[in-house]
T-cell receptor
């Protein structure tokens, strides 16, 4: 069974701090990884995608991928209360058709 | 505006009734997907379709059916055979690897 694992949290950080969200995956053949943000009662919103080892930055967000360790992370710099949400990590299966999702990590940013 | 629409937003049904959830996209995406989300759980794949008139079962297809007669539309029917149908249903579409979600339909069956 291919799996994506995330710490459910909650992860609590003060406003302005760096939030670090982590994810591991079991399918060594996975090549593409995604982070979605989901506010309570809403649908997931794609915020980052990463396909190769290393870091990818987009504004306050940095995604990191280490395929050898089967590890993906998302860093949120200068965290804001509006970043409070559940963050879902997803891996594209080796067949390249459908995403495998983790259960999500809940982030709470306090002002 | 380009996007994915799902209707209705909330749906209430009695046990034993079939119900069809609508999903439409005007993004010209080839692939469409249906996921189910239960409280505190990740998304689980029900069905997906990569081209018109073709679709494949996901991890939890039992009790569900789909059709893909048009590129823009991918309706999901929740049948009476689905044992625990109450959930948040999410439709997504993609052209490449990135999937984009509609607003979802919250189905309650009593």
């Amino acid at each position: 069974q291919k799996e994506v694992e995330q710490n459910s949290g909650p992860l609590s950080v003060p406003e302005g701090a760096i939030a670090s969200l982590n994810c591991t995956y079991s399918d060594r053949g996975s090549q593409s990884f995604f982070w979605y943000r989901q506010y309570s009662g809403k649908s997931p919103e794609l915020i980052m995608s990463i396909y190769s080892n290393g870091d990818k930055e987009d504004g306050r967000f940095t995604a990191q991928l280490n395929k050898a360790s089967q590890y993906v992370s998302l860093l949120i710099r200068d965290s804001q209360p509006s970043d409070s949400a559940t963050y879902l990590c997803a891996a594209l299966g080796q067949a390249g058709t459908a995403l495998i999702f983790g259960k999500g990590t809940t982030l709470s940013v306090s002002s | 505006d380009g996007g994915i629409t799902q209707s209705p937003k909330y749906l209430f049904r009695k046990e034993g009734q079939n119900v069809t959830l609508s999903c439409e996209q005007n993004l010209n995406h080839d692939a469409m997907y249906w996921y189910r989300q239960d409280p505190g759980q990740g998304l689980r794949l029900i069905y997906y379709s990569q081209i018109v008139n073709d679709f494949q079962k996901g991890d939890i297809a039992e009790g569900y059916s789909v059709s893909r007669e048009k590129k823009e539309s991918f309706p999901l029917t929740v049948t009476s055979a689905q044992k625990n149908p109450t959930a948040f249903y999410l439709c997504a579409s993609s052209m490449g690897y990135e999937q984009y979600f509609g607003p979802g339909t919250r189905l309650t069956v009593t």
